[in-house]
């Protein structure tokens, strides 16, 4: 049973305006959320994480968001760029230091 | 450190045959996971060790899979034999272990590429 879950498996964005990925997950016990991103032929290499204790957290282009009563979490890219295009990968790790992660989404950042 | 390093990047074989996959973790890192990745499931985790004792191995798809850790320095994932269905991409990942987690948590090898014929 998927515990994390990506519903778009693709996303097409114009370079400059906002990428918007999101995440549901349905175990409420997930402590730690962490988004990695995925070149073709490389393993994935992470990106960004935020706490449950948090909603927000900023790093750069790069944020994201949770919302722990929607069991809910969103990347946002702004402004995208040309070498943001990859597969991105939502996680969840419970205090069993288990990370589950989703599906993918495969970002295309058109120039 | 060289990260996590993965053997072979590509094995195509036929089906019945035995495949081993090898991966070596960071130096250091107390936790190993091996995931595999295909287009309905993602990043699907088959078995985590800790310490090099198998904590979890609830998502080894069947008997025909097994993995070992007889060190800290070295794994392998098997699978005998093999069938069409398990072409995926493997991946090894090797972590700290610590709660919380810290930033660059899980690091992962570069795959490798399975095609079962």
């Known amino acids: 049973d998927q515990q994390v879950k990506q519903n778009s498996p693709s996303l097409s964005v114009q370079e400059g305006r906002i990428s918007i990925l999101n995440c549901d997950y349905t175990n409420s016990m997930f402590d730690y959320f962490l988004w990695y991103k995925k070149y073709p032929a490389e393993g994935p290499t992470f990106l960004i994480s935020i706490s449950s204790i948090k909603d927000k957290n900023e790093d750069g282009r790069f944020t994201v968001f949770l919302n722990k009563s929607a069991k809910h979490l969103s990347l946002h890219i702004v402004p995208s760029q040309p070498g943001d295009s990859a597969v991105y990968f939502c996680?969840?790790?419970?205090?069993?230091?288990?990370?589950?992660f989703g599906t993918g989404t495969s970002l295309t950042v058109i120039p | 450190d060289a990260g996590v390093i993965q053997s072979p990047r590509h094995e195509v074989t036929e089906m019945g045959q035995e495949v081993t996959l090898r991966c070596k973790p960071i130096s250091g890192h107390n936790s190993l996971f091996w995931y595999r990745q295909t287009m309905m499931r993602g990043l699907e985790l088959l078995i985590y060790f800790n310490n090099n004792v198998p904590i979890d191995d609830s998502g080894m798809p069947e008997d025909r899979f097994s993995a070992k850790m007889p060190n800290a320095s070295f794994s392998t994932l098997k699978i005998q034999p093999s069938e069409p269905r398990d072409s995926a991409v493997y991946f090894c990942a090797s972590s700290y272990g610590l709660w919380p987690p810290t930033n660059e948590k899980l690091f992962f090898g570069s795959g490798t590429q399975l095609s079962v014929l």
């Open positions: 996680a969840a790790v419970n205090t069993g230091n288990q990370f589950y």
